[in-house]
């Protein structure tokens, strides 16, 4: 017997998905589910922003272009006849739980790791310290974070973590402004940051090179930055043969070649400096006596047998004025839906939600933040290949309601303002536009309300 035989699916009540979340884990799942061909299929994708593509748009560093070509790919998916886009659309509140399970016959939540981790240690909420991912949101053009007032009066930063998020920041502080001109940095981040008096900027890893998280590529860019001197202490790298022979790495052994190349570098003597920093814990942020960071407090450490890092007892403190933490995301629950608060993700299954049938999660939210954007692909193929297997076996509880004019009523009744990926189009062409008359790659429109006065006619 045929798999379409053993299903209730046809092309008249077709299997009906919505995915929570347009960032690059909801769009490659809405792939796998348009290119299979055992069941006819309609995807609605929500996000609660008017402007889909996630971490992408958001989250990628904007001198980072190359990564945002992603969306070409992502638009043909989001553009095809069986897909809806509706955006502006915030789960939990316009649409909740039930309803969704009330015209979809499956679910996926595909909604990242939106929060971030903290350090733990006194003055972690004097003025003057905030997680990378709020400053990454600033000066992406994120509409929760673009009316922050930023103030770049800081003369040295610190930011604490060794991927690549805090390679992003870091550079994006010491680059000079004809430098950011050529990227998509936001209008109002570029203002800012070409006044701003950033002179320093520490990288602070609390174990050595080994066990840096960060790529070769973006480790490499410091040497290349026409307003900025990258440092670093031979002694804070310094790597045993035996530890040496043990690295399978590739990424790990260019990582300790490029650094090696730094700390031999005699400075040029540029305006800024990027200090590479390991084998240091943050302890304290130090309270200037008005409630703003006046520096921070580090331990410097050894690693044990294991590879730990264990305090030694001495201390320094780093002359900085601005503390950026970027140690780590955490996802954030949905109302409605299981969450696991320890791991900071929906419990599941290899993608099942635990104890749901007809849900399952993607990404970050499903496994951790981990990997990068090409990881989410077969991550998000994995999920759907169960979710499909489950249609086929007949498991999902079929949608009262399954219909797309029945989903339009709901968010009409409820006043919802749906930005159709058309909609997103029109603001696309519009930021495109007045990029290329600024002599740059896009001109974003950063305000939720402006978003909403570019659309279809």
């Not at 701003?196 to 790529?215: C, E, I, M, N, Y």
């Not at 399952?360 to 990997?371: C, F, L, Q």
């Not at 749906?418 to 909609?423: K, L, N, P, S």
């Not at 600024?438 to 402006?450: D, I, L």
Request: charged fraction near 25%; hydrophobic fraction near 35%.
């Amino acid at each position: 017997m045929t798999s379409q035989a053993q299903t209730p699916f046809t092309p008249e009540r077709p299997l009906r998905v919505a995915v929570i979340g347009s960032g690059p884990s909801g769009v490659f799942a809405t792939e796998a589910l348009l290119k299979q061909t055992d069941l006819p299929v309609e995807v609605d994708v929500f996000d609660r922003l008017p402007t889909p593509y996630g971490l992408v748009r958001y989250g990628v560093a904007p001198d980072h272009l190359t990564i945002k070509s992603v969306t070409k790919g992502f638009e043909k998916t989001l553009s095809d006849p069986r897909v809806r886009f509706l955006g502006n659309v915030e789960f939990g509140t316009d649409l909740t739980h039930e309803e969704a399970r009330q015209h979809y016959d499956a679910v996926v939540y595909t909604v990242g790791a939106s929060s971030d981790r903290r350090l733990g240690i006194p003055g972690e909420d004097l003025r003057g310290s905030m997680s990378a991912t709020e400053f990454v949101a600033w000066y992406n053009g994120h509409p929760d974070a673009a009316a922050r007032d930023m103030v770049l009066s800081a003369t040295g930063v610190a930011v604490v973590g060794v991927g690549n998020v805090a390679l992003d920041v870091s550079r994006i502080l010491v680059k000079t402004t004809e430098e950011l001109h050529s990227s998509d940095i936001a209008a109002h981040a570029l203002g800012a940051l070409e006044h701003s008096h950033v002179r320093d900027v520490w990288v602070l890893g609390r174990r050595g090179p080994l066990q840096a998280k960060f790529t070769t590529k973006e480790l490499r860019e410091f040497g290349e930055l026409s307003g900025a001197d990258p440092v670093v202490k031979p002694e804070e790298i310094a790597v045993s043969e035996a530890e040496e022979a043990q690295v399978s790495d590739n990424t790990v052994k260019k990582n300790l070649e490029v650094l090696r190349d730094f700390a031999g570098r005699t400075p040029e003597g540029k305006d800024r400096r990027i200090h590479l920093r390991f084998l240091v814990s943050p302890v304290e942020i130090v309270d200037d006596g008005q409630g703003n960071v006046g520096g921070l407090k580090v331990e410097k450490n050894r690693l044990d047998e294991q590879g730990n890092a264990v305090g030694t007892g001495e201390y320094e403190t780093l002359p900085v004025q601005m503390v950026l933490r970027s140690v780590g995301y955490k996802g954030v629950s949905l109302p409605g839906v299981p969450f696991d608060e320890r791991r900071g993700v929906i419990p599941n299954l290899e993608g099942r939600v635990e104890g749901r049938a007809g849900e399952y999660t993607a990404g970050w939210i499903k496994r951790g933040p981990s990997g990068v954007i090409g990881t989410n692909r077969k991550d998000a193929v994995d999920t759907v290949a169960h979710l499909l297997t489950d249609a086929k076996a007949g498991t999902l509880p079929a949608a009262p309601q399954p219909t797309r004019e029945a989903v339009d009523a709901l968010l009409q009744g409820r006043g919802v303002d749906v930005y159709t990926f058309h909609d997103w189009q029109v603001l696309d062409t519009h930021e495109l536009a007045q990029g290329q008359a600024q002599g740059r790659p896009r001109a974003k429109v950063v305000h939720k309300h402006e978003m909403l006065t570019h659309r279809r006619k």
